[in-house]
């Protein structure tokens, strides 16, 4: 199992929701304040400089901090609405491994919106 280094409880469900759509490789971490903390996935993939193949990539998850915040306040449904409504927010990510000048680093906004549950 891949070792998630995340201490924020929702955080941590998130990431583990998250897994399965980037590399076996990736690292996932919480990164940012104690107040305001973000999820990053980041992976390398090898090769020559200027070529394809050889860049770093990543996705930061910055989420709200009220959201964050009302977090240990969620039901079980109601956290995976939220890990569900984060997993379709990255489904739209397109990592073009093959194209030198592709986006490598992708942020994703996460607001606070009511979760129904």
């Known amino acids: 199992m891949r070792q998630l280094h995340v201490r924020h409880p929702l955080l941590q469900d998130?990431?583990?929701c998250l897994l399965d759509?980037?590399?076996?490789?990736?690292?996932?971490?919480?990164?940012?304040?104690?107040?305001?903390p973000s999820l990053f996935m980041s992976w390398r993939?090898?090769?020559?400089?200027n070529h394809p193949g050889n860049v770093a990539w990543g996705v930061h998850y910055r989420f709200d901090?009220?959201?964050?915040?009302?977090g240990?306040?969620?039901?079980?449904?109601?956290?995976?609405?939220?890990?569900?409504?984060?997993r379709e927010m990255s489904r739209h990510l397109r990592f073009d491994y093959a194209d030198p000048t592709a986006t490598s680093l992708f942020v994703v906004d996460v607001p606070a919106v009511p979760v129904e549950a």
């Open 21 to 36: 759509l980037f590399p076996s490789n990736a690292d996932v971490s919480e990164v940012g304040t104690e107040q305001a």
């Open 72 to 86: 240990p306040e969620f039901t079980d449904d109601a956290r995976r609405a939220m890990c569900h409504r984060v």
């Open 14 to 16: 998130i990431a583990q």
């Open 45 to 49: 993939t090898s090769g020559v400089a």
């Open 65 to 70: 901090p009220q959201l964050l915040r009302a």
